[in-house]
Structures are given as C-alpha cells and as structure tokens.
C-alpha cells in the first residue's frame, strides 16, 4: 500500500515502495540497489528535507553547483555526512574543484579527465570512487564510451593512484515501451559481467532514472539515479 504523504518525503517513501517491489518481482535483495538523489536546479533545503527522510546520497550535474551546495553543508551542517556523487559532463577546467569536494564522480569518459581527477584528488581525502560513463545506444549527441572500448577503459583508469573504479553508468534514450528499454540496460549488464571476468572488482551499476528504473531494476541495476519523481519538475533558469 502506498503511504500518501505530501511532497518530497512522501515521494520518496513512494519510490522506496517501486523499488522494493522490482527487487522483488526479480528475486533480488531490496538492499542490492542504491537510491540517488538528483538534486540539480534544487536549492540545499530541498536535500535538507530528502535527508531528513532518510536519503544520504545525492547526484550533482553542474560542477558550480554541486561544488556550492556541498560547501554550504560541510559548513552549515556538519554533523550531516552527505555522500555526494558527480554526474554530469565534466570539463578539464573544473576537475580540481570536483576532485576536492565529491565522493564519486559517474561521468568518467575521457582518459584526461580520469588522470586530473587522480592527480587532484586531494591525500588527506578517501580514494574518489568512479564509474565509467557508456554511451550504450550510441547516440551521437551524447557523451560516454562505445561500450567495446568501455572495459579496456575501466582496466587502464584502475590503475591510476586515488581512483577506485566502482563500475559503469549510462543514460539510455527514453523508449516507448520497457520492452525496448530493456535492451540497453542488458547490454550494460553484460558489460558489467565482463569488467568482473576481467579481474575488476566492479561493483556498481548505475542506471535507471525517474521514468525507467523499474526496468532498470529488472535488468540488473545496482544504483538508481532519480530526480524529478523526488523533487518535481526543474526548471533550468540562467547557469544551466
Ligand atoms: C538529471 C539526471 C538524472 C535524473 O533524471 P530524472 O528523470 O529527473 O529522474 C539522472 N541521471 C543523470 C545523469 C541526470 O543528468
């Protein structure tokens, strides 16, 4: 039964219940998939009342951002312990201040990027946990690698210092129906299997957003990213 409270716990709790209920009907252990937080475009008393529910991890996409709101909570609220996860398109300008500040970045995409982000990572801060960012129905407008080129990636980047490569994140095309769906995120499903026969410990796999997670879920998702079924509608004002 659905509990019907008002706003952003009450999503949540709603959320909570899918997820459980797709654990289920794929015989997997409700704790086998991560609920992310996208907070982009949301003000830092939005995470307050998500965290205040219970959520602990929550997904950035815009590096001044991000980087503004975890500031705002190390300061304001520091007994809270956030996990922050970057996920958006990450230029080489803005690595340092990503590599200060978050606990993951899941838009690994680019040798150069995975470099910086080991060589600034902070010493005194735990190793940054990365996924690879696929580009799995090869989009041309989108950013990611081809998934052959993805494991060979994940294995090189593994061995750069201060990085632990956690696994692989898309961001498949919205399709009419599950059934379409599906085909994607089995095939980032086989990826994953493939980085572990490869001798990666790969434990995360990052997929599933406000419209698809369930599916997502099905097909062997670790890690669910979603926003605007948590917080409503964004709207991109200037700086997005
Ligand atoms: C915005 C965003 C999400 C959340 O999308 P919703 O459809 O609002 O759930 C998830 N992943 C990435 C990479 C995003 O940019």
Request: hydrophobic share 40%.
């Amino acid at each position: 039964m659905s509990v019907l409270l008002p706003g952003i716990e009450g999503r949540i709790r709603s959320i909570q219940e899918r997820m459980k209920a797709a654990c289920e009907r794929s015989s997997r252990g409700p704790g086998e998939v991560r609920l992310l937080a996208v907070s982009k475009t949301f003000p830092a008393s939005a995470v307050e009342e998500a965290a205040a529910a219970g959520l602990r991890a929550f997904g950035e996409n815009y590096a001044q951002e991000g980087c503004e709101k975890v500031d705002w909570f190390r300061e304001n609220r520091p007994g809270l312990k956030l996990e922050w996860h970057f996920i958006g398109p990450l230029q080489s300008n803005k690595t340092r201040m990503v590599a200060e500040r978050f606990d993951w970045v899941q838009s690994v995409n680019r040798m150069k990027i995975a470099r910086r982000l080991s060589e600034q990572r902070p010493q005194d801060l735990p190793d940054l946990n990365v996924l690879v960012e696929v580009n799995i129905d090869g989009e041309a407008s989108k950013s990611g690698l081809a998934p052959q080129e993805a494991v060979a990636f994940a294995l090189e980047a593994s061995k750069l210092p201060r990085l632990r490569v956690r696994g692989f994140m898309a961001i498949p095309a919205p399709a009419s129906d599950p059934a379409s769906q599906a085909g994607p995120f089995k095939a980032m499903r086989s990826l994953f299997l493939s980085a572990q026969e490869a001798g990666l410990p790969v434990d995360t796999l990052s997929m599933g957003m406000s419209g698809d997670f369930e599916e997502a879920i099905a097909c062997g998702s670790t890690m669910v990213r979603i926003g605007s079924a948590i917080f409503g509608p964004r709207d991109y004002g200037p700086g997005h």
